[in-house]
């Protein structure tokens, strides 16, 4: 739902600018039609590019294709009304903004990934507020019907970035109970050294496919040593990290890795892969530590 909020958000905004545009292209001359195309492709292109990133974890060349066509055919449109200049300019940056959106959510941190897609869609649509702003200054129409008032786009935005800041924080919320915030912070140990060597050791393997872990319900005893194998069983590497521990496995795909660690105290710990996009596809595990 997140992800189509965003998208909507920016097919409102290019549709908005384009329709001003060939209502009124009689009165824009070609370098505000090449300024206009290439902000609508830039901004396009961006904004659907990290949307699309995270839609799409682990495809990262099918996204960045997706991108770039979409993002080149905002641009596209933009400048037909306006002449092949404005054309080729929009389409250029919407290819290159496609591409530099899905790169940018990749290299991100996974816990920032939300939070770089809430600042695009900020400041994306402030860009493209403000195009509409001059196109109303250059054509003299501030009162052109219901697409010129720009009170009426102000408030749309403000009212798609409410819904997004909305879902996004309930995406971030852990779902979990009161048990796993009041031990959020409790200490577990991994010897790195000792890994396997162990004998009275439990083992745990836990397998990753695109997009899931089997089992995602684990169950351990406090201050047991446990050897936790990240069988990666997909097309694209995967990670499993226990939220808010040290505890991080990572594993390329077709290989296995391996951890022995130990729980010191009892409670409810979230697992997830942190490479972006994985965990909204549904790479979560839920560990209960029982005494």
Known sequence: MLHVTVLALYLLLTGWVV????????WLDTMIGMM??????????LGIGSTTGLMLPGYFFQATVLSMLAGGLCGLISGLPLGMLAVLD?????????????MLIIMVPPSFAHTTVLLLSIV????LFAVHLLLLQE??????????????LFSMIAAFQFLFFFQASSLNSTPLSAEHLHHHDSIIESDLADMGTDPSSNELLIKASEFAFTPNKIEVAVNDNVLVTLDNEGKVEHDLEVVGTGVHIHAEAGHKK?????????GTYRAVCTLPGHQEAGMVAIIHVKK
């Open 139 to 152: 054509t003299h129409r501030e009162q052109a019907g219901f697409i010129g008032k720009p009170g009426v």
């Open 124 to 127: 994306g649509s402030a860009i």
């Open 90 to 102: 929009g389409t250029l940056s919407g290819l290159m903004a496609g591409m530099m959106g899905t």
């Open 258 to 266: 391996s951890d022995n660690i130990r729980f010191s105290k009892p």
């Open 36 to 45: 206009t195309s290439m902000s609508v492709g830039m901004i396009s292109g």
């Open 19 to 26: 329709s001003y545009v060939m209502i009124h292209r009689r």
